[in-house]
């Protein structure tokens, strides 16, 4: 969101809609031209076109205190919170998922939900998956929230598509260019 409040300070006149979807229905809106971009974790539709990606390592939301001085939590760490998942068919949950089936372990989401949530819990604190990239740095202030990376969890790749062939507006392009460049940086 910080990228968006920037580039709208440097051009007060363009709009920005941003909908948090699962993938299949970010794809479909994007191949659907109803909207411009989506920032995806792995797409797997072969007919976006990618405009920009990184690889990024697989991070949990946590609130400071729960984070208890840690620089990473391990699987085994996470029946220690309530785990907020991407839905089913999300490619950040399914790549935890071949992940924790590979040491036959199990995971029950709390809330499944692709938008960052504030940290939560007095008694058993949250810890939400996400993507580094996903998650501003202006919300993590705000709620005295954190990232930590998940252990021994392969980096998963985050990709801006686009419809194939579709030429942007002026904006969204220019926007395009500098959500890139913001990707290979993080």
Same mark, same amino acid.
């Given at each position: ?26 794809a479909s809106a994007v191949l659907g031209l109803q909207a411009d971009l989506a920032l995806m974790a792995a797409p797997e539709r072969a007919e976006l076109e990618v405009v920009g990606h990184a690889v ?39 790549? /935890? ?24 819990? !007095? ?5 939400? /998956? ?5 998650? !501003? ?10 990232? /930590? ?10 990709? /801006?598509?686009?419809a194939p062939e579709r030429g942007l507006s002026v904006a969204a392009g220019k926007f395009a260019m500098e959500l ?7």
């Amino acid at each position: 969101m910080s990228l968006i409040k920037k580039f709208r300070a440097a051009h007060p006149g363009v709009r920005f809609s941003v909908l948090p979807k699962a993938d299949d229905r970010l794809a479909s809106a994007v191949l659907g031209l109803q909207a411009d971009l989506a920032l995806m974790a792995a797409p797997e539709r072969a007919e976006l076109e990618v405009v920009g990606h990184a690889v990024q390592p697989m991070q949990l939301l946590v609130a400071r205190e729960a984070a208890q001085g840690r620089t990473e939590l391990g699987l085994g760490d996470l029946s220690n919170f309530d785990l907020i998942l991407p839905p089913p068919g999300h490619a950040l949950r399914r790549h /935890l998922e071949h992940r924790i089936n590979q040491q036959r372990a199990r995971l029950t989401p709390a809330l499944e939900t692709t938008a960052p949530m504030p940290p939560q819990g !007095d008694e058993r604190p949250s810890a939400q /998956l996400c993507l580094a990239a996903m998650v !501003d740095t202006g919300f993590l202030r705000s709620h005295d929230a954190t990232l /930590l990376p998940l252990a021994r969890m392969p980096a998963s790749e985050i990709a /801006l598509c686009k419809a194939p062939e579709r030429g942007l507006s002026v904006a969204a392009g220019k926007f395009a260019m500098e959500l890139s460049a913001g990707l290979s940086a993080a």
